[in-house]
């Protein structure tokens, strides 16, 4: 497993373009796998940046993570799609997911339905593409046939959807929190992510399919002191009005990593693969540096 495991960063907060083609290609050379960009009003676009990202690297795939799939239709997706997938030499991961951010959705003008309704899109945004894709007679041409699909999320709905659609299953390891605002998230626990893993997999199993499963890590520190990393994490939420995350949610939850040492970590991150069958995973651009360290110590093993 440890050889089999891939690692990835988002590509994502940099204020030009030199800092962004630096970034990704040190990560490419440290080692990482992936590279990802959100899909965000008020951020870059998506795809012009993996296009850029594309030119400046060789090796590492270029995923979306993900896309919120109202702002998309199935024509205009498999363009872009195929686009890239041309000029990068066949390195696309599509990601797509069902949005939470119901303030995006109104400045960009467009319905933010119930989450039901949002999933069925979703699930047709997906069929749609991969049609397309598929077809050669497609212009322009991908050159992944297919293209691999991730479909993202942590909520049982979603993760249905996952497991009947995707290639890859992205576990987010937020969900939201009871009685707060929509778009108020909190981690997920180890107990929960079992049963969501287990939910994964008997999906799939019913479906006959077997999906790579990939986790996001919200933070990757490196520290003398893991608790107290928790404990500023928890300050830090709680300043900004997230007042419901605890220490122990935080040291227990397999979507953030806390390690005394890249080794330490590498042994935490071989030891929730084995558990939860994860083979992929990935983290937000301040944490790409102590995800690389770790990938390399979890290879030398």
Do not use: C
């Amino acid at each position: 497993m440890t050889r089999s495991l891939r690692f990835g960063t988002s590509v994502y907060g940099h204020k030009t373009a030199t800092e962004l083609l630096d970034f990704a290609r040190r990560a490419e050379a440290g080692g990482l796998d992936v590279l990802t960009v959100p899909d965000h009003i008020g951020g870059p676009a998506p795809f012009q940046l993996l296009a850029a990202v594309a030119g400046a690297t060789e090796r590492v795939r270029l995923r979306t993570y993900v896309l919120d799939a109202y702002f998309w239709n199935p024509a205009l997706l498999a363009r872009e799609t195929a686009t890239l997938d041309s000029l990068s030499g066949g390195r696309v991961e599509l990601g797509i997911g069902a949005g939470y951010v119901q303030r995006e959705h109104e400045v960009a003008g467009l319905p933010f339905p119930r989450l039901s309704e949002r999933w069925q899109h979703v699930q047709n945004l997906v069929t749609g593409v991969r049609r397309r894709l598929e077809d050669p007679e497609h212009r322009p041409e991908p050159v992944q046939r297919p293209v691999p699909v991730m479909v993202a999320g942590m909520g049982k709905r979603g993760l249905r959807a996952a497991a009947q659609l995707a290639d890859v299953v992205g576990l987010t390891g937020a969900m939201a929190v009871p009685g707060q605002p929509p778009g108020a998230l909190t981690l997920v626990d180890s107990a929960t992510t079992d049963d969501r893993v287990e939910l994964v997999r008997s999906t799939a199993e019913k479906a006959g399919r077997q999906p790579e499963l990939d986790a996001l890590l919200q933070r990757v520190v490196l520290t003398e002191d893991p608790e107290k990393a928790a404990a500023d994490m928890v300050a830090e939420g709680a300043a900004s009005g997230a007042d419901w995350f605890t220490v122990e949610l935080l040291l227990d939850s397999p979507f953030v990593l806390f390690a005394e040492s890249s080794q330490a970590a590498a042994e935490e991150l071989i030891r929730r693969s084995e558990r939860w069958g994860i083979t992929s995973w990935s983290t937000h651009t301040p944490s790409a540096d102590a995800l690389m360290e770790v990938a390399a110590a979890v290879r030398a093993r």
